[in-house]
């Protein structure tokens, strides 16, 4: 079993910052992609950054400039630093990683409960 396990959201004012933590713990072999979604109330899911093993960053248009992602390999956790926040950027923000459980397994994603993000203007 694989558990990813959220952190860090809350209620912010604009222009203010939140990071969000996230660890994946259980049978896992190795993590290739780790990283973060969103969800806002009546929209789909949206990548919001990603992380690769190697250290390759995907931002959505949206975030660049005011969103970083880290990651820290050795303890399977990703981090998302949010600063200039903006009510748009209310949701529930989801942890997924990329990952193999075993040697000879085939990558799967697995994802966290979510956490939710507020924004208030």
């Known amino acids: 079993q694989v558990q990813l396990v959220e952190s860090g959201g809350g209620l912010v004012q604009a222009g203010g910052s939140l990071r969000l933590s996230c660890v994946a713990s259980?049978?896992?072999?190795?993590?290739?992609?780790m990283g973060w979604y969103r969800q806002a109330p009546g929209k789909q899911r949206e990548l919001v950054a990603d992380i690769t093993t190697g250290g390759s960053i995907n931002y959505a248009d949206s975030v660049k400039g005011r969103f970083t992602i880290f990651r820290d390999n050795a303890k399977n956790m990703v981090y998302l630093q949010m600063n200039s926040l903006k009510p748009e950027d209310t949701a529930v923000y989801y942890c997924?990683?990329?990952?193999?459980?075993?040697?000879?397994?085939?990558?799967?994603?697995?994802w966290g409960q979510g956490t939710q993000v507020t924004v208030s203007s």
């Open positions: 997924y990683a990329y990952l193999r459980t075993r040697s000879y397994s085939r990558l799967s994603d697995y």
């Open positions: 259980g049978s896992i072999f190795s993590i290739n992609v």
